[in-house]
Nanobody, 127 residues
Framework: QVQLVESGGGLVQAGGSLRLSCAAS????????MGWYRQAPGKQRELVAT???????HYADSVKGRFAISRDNAKNTVYLQMNSLKPEDTAVYYC?????????????????????WGQGTLVTVSP
């Protein structure tokens, strides 16, 4: 099976920076879009940023100019550099990836794309 493991969360003061990492592991053929989402207490999970396998990026308006997403395809890892953090950025941050795996079904090898989530890492920004 495949899994995503996040790291890099923690407590930081407003205006500070953090860098999140998320590494995919398992029987991976390839990885398409990877991204970061977040969920603040009492709120729904929301998109933060995504990056395609070719490097095209998309950001939520609330983080544009402050956050930067990147990936290392050789390491199956996605990063989120967070600068100028604000208290409203406090949330659990989740890594997400669309991972292509090879499965044998009825003796026939087939490619399948799985949507995989990490376990989440807490980011707390103090005023």
């Amino acid at each position: 099976q495949v899994q995503l493991v996040e790291s890099g969360g923690g407590l930081v003061q407003a205006g500070g920076s953090l860098r999140l990492s998320c590494a995919a592991s398992g029987s991976i053929f390839s990885i398409n879009t990877m991204g970061w989402y977040r969920q603040a207490p009492g709120k729904q999970r929301e998109l933060v940023a995504t990056i395609t396998s070719g490097g095209s990026t998309h950001y939520a308006d609330s983080v544009k100019g402050r956050f930067a997403i990147s990936r290392d395809n050789a390491k199956n890892t996605v990063y989120l550099q967070m600068n100028s953090l604000k208290p409203e950025d406090t949330a659990v941050y989740y890594c997400n990836a669309n991972i292509v795996v090879l499965r044998t079904i009825d003796l026939v090898p087939r490619y399948r794309e799985l949507e995989v989530w990490g376990q989440g890492t807490l980011v707390t920004v103090s005023p």
